[in-house]
């Protein structure tokens, strides 16, 4: 006869850990639907590039605020030195005028309390005697160069207050500024960590080409503008291979307007550290107008600047992990250049 008996229930336990189970494979299976997939090698160079272009606009501002330091600075010990001889001379008039004073008092032409007061508290005197009948017409004299000196050391004083506050204000623009390059440039390092083996060398070969193309670049025959131009392009091309770092001058590495500043001052002209200012450091010209030794400045906000080389060539220091180069103008949003006179 078949047996009718009913199966075992599960017992709770093992119910309780199918249950956590498929539902551990459920949460698993919605999360990797809905991860983010790994950016392409093709998408992490276009993030790098950007937040190079990021830190090159941080670098800049970083380079104003840096020469701004050094101009706050030299004007600080300027006006100091001229406190301290200005001093200096008060010191002198002050001794000068006691001792006309003094010899008043010995001939009995000035007021006993009158010159106990100007030994005591001088500055004070300043302000009384010169209503005085006593004064001679040489003290009074002594006594308008006095005022006027006291003047003059009360507002280098404050000049050099003022300076000192903006000095402050400068360090510290200073600083956020090199933490933030420091940061764009550690988040697109982080990115490039993120690509496999092949894909580093699949980059590092094109910028390995890239910098090659220095030795087969064609600038054409075009006549540069002036000898000056010249020689700050000449001086340049000397300088092909150097490592870009941001806030460099040379000549073992350079940031872009690093680069340009120094050529320019091999050429015996004297131009302002950053892309923006130098964008004003001659005559405004356009594309076509462009000749060998004109600065060309790139990107809506004049981040970048290079040397026009010739045949739609540009000698620059690009980015982080490339080297100064030649490049076509086409790979950036030209600007306008500008003709240093």
């Known amino acids: 006869m ?38 392409s090698k093709d998408e992490v ?38 406190v301290a001889r200005g001093q200096q001379e008060l010191n002198t008039l002050r001794d000068g005028l006691g001792s006309m004073a003094a ?7 000035i007021d006993p309390s009158l010159a106990l007061f100007l ?26 160069k006095i005022q006027g ?20 204000d400068t360090r510290k623009v200073l600083g956020d500024k090199k933490q933030e390059v420091q940061g764009k440039l550690s988040d697109a390092q982080n990115l490039l960590n993120s690509l496999t083996a092949q894909e580093k060398a699949s980059l590092a070969a094109a910028d390995a080409r890239a910098n090659r ?3 087969r670049a064609d600038l054409g025959n075009e006549a540069p503008a002036s000898q000056r131009g010249a020689a700050a392009l000449a001086a340049a091309q000397t300088m092909i291979g150097r490592p870009y770092v ?5 000549t073992a590495s350079f940031d872009c307007s690093g680069l340009t500043s120094w050529a320019y001052r091999q050429a015996g002209i004297d131009i302002p550290r950053t892309s923006e200012e130098q964008a004003n450091a001659g005559t405004q010209i356009s594309r076509s107008q462009l000749k060998p030794g004109d600065l060309v400045l790139f ?16 000698l620059h220091a690009p980015k982080p992990g490339a080297v100064v180069r030649y490049e076509s103008m086409d790979n950036m949003p030209f600007q306008f250049g500008v003709r240093v006179s």
Do not use: C, W
Not at 246 to 250: C, F, K, L, N, V
Not at 299 to 314: K, S
């Open 2 to 39: 078949a047996s009718h008996r009913r199966p075992k229930p599960a017992s709770r336990t093992r119910v309780t850990v199918l249950t956590a189970t498929a539902a551990a494979a459920v949460a698993l299976t919605s999360q990797a639907a809905h991860a983010d997939p790994k950016p």
């Open 45 to 82: 160079k276009s993030k790098v590039d950007k937040l190079y272009d990021e830190a090159e606009k941080a670098t800049e501002a970083y380079d104003g605020a840096k020469e701004k330091q050094g101009q706050l600075e030299k004007q600080i010990s300027q006006i100091q030195d001229k």
């Open 103 to 109: 010899a008043q008092y010995r001939s009995g032409g």
């Open 119 to 144: 030994s005591s508290n001088p500055d004070d005197f300043l302000d009384k005697a010169s209503s005085l009948d006593q004064l001679s017409a040489t003290q009074a004299e002594a006594l308008q």
């Open 149 to 168: 000196q006291q003047r003059s050391l009360a507002q280098e004083r404050q000049e050099a207050q003022n300076k000192l506050k903006d000095l402050a």
């Open 213 to 215: 193309s220095n030795q």
């Open 246 to 250: 941001y806030g460099a001058t040379g």
């Open 299 to 314: 990107f809506g906000d004049l981040h970048h600047v290079a040397l026009y080389a010739g045949n739609n060539m540009v």
